[in-house]
């Protein structure tokens, strides 16, 4: 009998539900969130979590340790150097599940499994539109000197070095019937 042995089983034998759960947080912390059923992310949670806080302590036997989970050196060393840091002052709840709604497919329950904090990306700096009166004026005398530098290049001649000549262009077999896989009706279009 197994009785008060409440576990997320997920389908699967033990190795493969110890492998689901390490891939689960290892994308968790590679992308800060990731989009999966509700049992999987329950299911992995805990997991996650314990990691950040090895980060939060970040040091070499806590670095090891994510090693033997992680194996991966270049996400370890993202865990401890920009993951970790975020959550210096928070005790606990690093992750945050998030319902969205059911599979279409099998009807399955779906989530966000997110960081509760984020790293920031640099974003980039909007061009700024010069006016529209700067423009012609700007255009035109670009022309004159384009004109200039044309008549000049016409009058020296080319050497052979300056010529270089491009490999053929290789054309591409069209496939049969535009690709066979082009042929089945899709499911999305079965609506």
């Known amino acids: 009998m197994r009785h008060r ?7 699967r034998f ?13 994308n968790l912390l ?8 509700v049992t999987r992310a329950h299911a992995a949670r805990p997991l996650a ?8 302590a970040d040091t070499l036997a806590a670095r090891r340790r994510a090693f033997a989970i992680l194996v ?23 992750t945050r599940i998030v319902r969205l709604g059911l599979r279409r497919g099998d009807n399955a329950s779906l989530a966000i499994f997110e960081l509760t904090e984020h790293t920031q990306k640099p974003k980039k700096a909007k061009k700024q539109k010069e006016s529209k009166l700067e423009q012609p004026a700007a255009d035109s005398t670009q022309k004159v000197e384009s004109k200039t530098q044309a008549l ?4 020296k001649p080319h050497t052979s070095a300056e010529v270089k000549e491009r490999p053929p262009v290789k054309k591409i077999p069209k ?15 079965s609506l």
Do not use: C, M
Not at 175 to 189: A, H, P, Q, S, Y
């Open 14 to 26: 033990t190795s493969w539900r110890k492998a689901t759960i390490i891939a689960l947080a290892k």
């Open 30 to 37: 590679r992308h800060q969130r990731i989009r999966t059923t």
């Open 49 to 56: 979590e314990r990691l950040i806080t090895l980060a939060k």
């Open 175 to 189: 496939k049969f019937l535009g690709g066979i896989k082009n042929i089945f009706k899709k499911e999305r279009d």
């Open 72 to 94: 991966d050196h270049a996400l370890v060393g993202r865990l401890f150097r920009e993951i970790g840091p975020l959550f210096k002052n928070r005790a606990g709840g690093y």
């Open 5 to 11: 042995k409440k576990r997320f089983q997920l389908s």
């Open 152 to 155: 000049h290049e016409e009058k």
